[in-house]
Nanobody, 123 residues
Framework: QGQLVESGGGLVQTGGSLRLSCAAR????????VGWFRQVPGKTREWVAV????????WYTDSVKGRFAAGRDNAKNTAYLQMNELNPGDTATYYC????????????????WGQGTQVTVSS
């Protein structure tokens, strides 16, 4: 049974940067696309970015294009989300998910989820 473990969240000022990590255990990592989502209380989980299993293709929601970058190191079974130029609107709990179907932007259907990591951006 696979598991995703997230790390890297925290408190940062507007304009700052954070790098989230998503470490996979117990699964054939290259077979899974990795999606990044975020959620604030009272709202549905919002898709942020997704990277293909091979790491050769990425997609981003419009609000983070040019600021966030998804990557992965399949030799280390780890995916990353580099977040730059953060603003208070990025404050949320961030989740990584693994999907055997390939890169998808819908949270429903993902095979595995990380535990979530809190990102707070102060103004």
């Amino acid at each position: 049974q696979g598991q995703l473990v997230e790390s890297g969240g925290g408190l940062v000022q507007t304009g700052g940067s954070l790098r989230l990590s998503c470490a996979a255990r117990g699964l054939t990592f290259p077979n899974y696309a990795v999606g990044w989502f975020r959620q604030v209380p009272g709202k549905t989980r919002e898709w942020v970015a997704v990277i293909s299993g091979a790491g050769d293709a990425t997609w981003y929601t419009d609000s983070v294009k040019g600021r966030f970058a998804a990557g992965r190191d399949n030799a280390k079974n780890t995916a990353y989300l580099q977040m730059n130029e953060l603003n208070p609107g990025d404050t949320a709990t961030y989740y990584c998910g693994a999907d055997r179907r390939g890169p998808t932007t819908y949270a429903v259907g993902y095979d595995l989820w990380g535990q979530g990591t809190q990102v707070t951006v102060s103004s």
